[in-house]
């Protein structure tokens, strides 16, 4: 591989693509613009999530400087992987919007409701998928407990 790596599927998959140096610490500058550009944010969008001007987020694109917690704090309202930001990690509980409303819908429904929900997700995969065969395994599990 050279030394400026190559395009990996990623383990995440709301990351089609990522990309991987053969450097053991990709520096968080280009972690956060990877980021950005999953998210599909301009440099202009991400600095008014952080609250700060597009100068000083160019900084942190050019590693000159870095965002705070509070600043990354912002980017994960929005989906960012900040575990991945940071430590080039990725995250397994990093949600998209949607994601968020239909878990945070799931976990108000009654205990009575979730099994029929999981149903009519099930329903809408294909026949031979792996997510579907264990989402018909919760419901099962669902109805016993």
């Known amino acids: ?3 400026l790596g190559a395009h990996i599927p990623c383990p995440i998959q709301s990351r089609e693509l990522c990309w991987h140096t053969d450097e053991a610490d990709m520096n968080i ?3 956060l613009k990877q980021e950005r550009r999953r998210l599909e944010y301009n440099q202009n969008g991400f600095a008014a999530l952080a609250g700060v001007t597009l100068r000083a987020y160019a900084e942190w694109e050019s590693g000159n400087t870095s965002p705070t917690a ?3 704090a912002r980017f994960a309202q929005v989906g960012a992987d900040v575990q991945y930001i940071v430590t080039a990690i990725p995250s397994a509980q990093v949600l ?3 994601e968020q409303i239909l878990l945070r819908a799931y976990q108000r429904l009654a205990h009575e409701m979730k099994p029929k929900a999981l149903g009519v997700i099930a329903g809408l995969l294909g026949e031979a998928d792996d997510v579907k065969i264990a989402l ?3 419901v099962c599990g669902l109805r016993k407990g």
């Open 1 to 3: 591989m050279s030394a």
């Open 29 to 31: 500058a280009n972690r």
């Open 70 to 72: 509070v600043q990354l």
């Open 96 to 98: 998209s919007t949607d």
């Open 136 to 138: 018909l395994s919760a």
